[in-house]
């Protein structure tokens, strides 16, 4: 079965930095791997996808992530965090791969942005 | 908007209580899921519902009791519940077999005393 693992449960950063949370998966197959976001009291919000085709993926509001089949890693970044960005960030990939099956989620990362 | 809309927002229950939850989805999909977000717990998936049918639960106890009467609204019964049972319930949807992305609703809080 897939799984995915996030590295860091709070990762704080400063306004205008680089942020960086990290996502590793477990795939016996190819993998369809997503981001999402839970900003306070709302549901989860999908960021960005990786569906096999390109491996760096853009997504709303300036992040992307890169597909990395050599490190089993999906990371998401953005150049220059904002304090709106101050959420709890999912991973999840696909429980058969591909679009089949249910959504497996990782514990999620709680971002933090200091001004 | 998502296109999936939870009613109630906030629920606080006793007990011995019987509330229901409320899911409504305007996308047209054909997948419902419930879902149980607790604090430091990763998202629990609880029930799956394909065009009307229930394809999983996930041992889920007795007190909770889905219901889903088309593919656009979906129910969670709620009775007897217990205090560990406080935590947000999430709704989503999907269109099965497309790239397999869930729409999510803003959630019920429920509290349980």
């Known amino acids: 079965a897939q799984s995915v693992t996030q590295l860091g449960s709070h990762v704080s950063v400063s306004e205008g930095a680089l942020v960086l949370l990290r996502c590793n998966y477990s795939s016996s197959v190819p993998p369809y791997l997503f981001w999402y976001v839970q900003y306070p009291n709302q549901g989860l919000q999908l960021l960005l996808k990786?569906?096999?085709?390109?491996?760096l993926v853009k997504g709303i509001n300036g992040f992307e992530a890169e597909f990395k089949k050599s490190e089993t890693s999906f990371h998401l970044t953005k150049p220059s965090a904002h304090m709106s960005d101050a959420a709890e960030y999912f991973c999840?990939?696909?429980?058969?791969?591909?679009?089949?099956?249910?959504?497996?989620f990782g514990k999620g990362t709680k971002l933090s942005v200091k001004p | 908007e998502t296109g999936v809309t939870q009613t109630p927002r906030h629920l606080v229950m006793g007990m011995t209580n019987k509330k229901s939850l409320k899911c409504e989805q305007h996308l047209g999909h054909n997948a419902m899921y419930w879902y149980k977000q607790s604090a430091k717990k990763p998202l629990e998936l609880m029930f799956v519902?394909?065009?009307?049918?229930?394809?999983e639960n996930n041992s889920v106890p007795s007190r909770f009791s889905p219901e889903c009467p088309n593919s656009s609204h979906l129910f969670l019964h709620l009775h007897t519940l217990q205090p560990e049972d406080s935590a947000l319930y999430l709704c989503a949807s999907s269109q099965e077999r497309v790239e397999n992305i869930q729409y999510f609703g803003a959630g019920t809080r429920l509290s349980v005393l």
């Open positions: 990786y569906t096999s085709a390109a491996t």
């Open positions: 999840a990939v696909s429980e058969y791969g591909g679009s089949q099956g249910n959504l497996i």
């Open positions: 519902y394909n065009f009307k049918e229930q394809t």
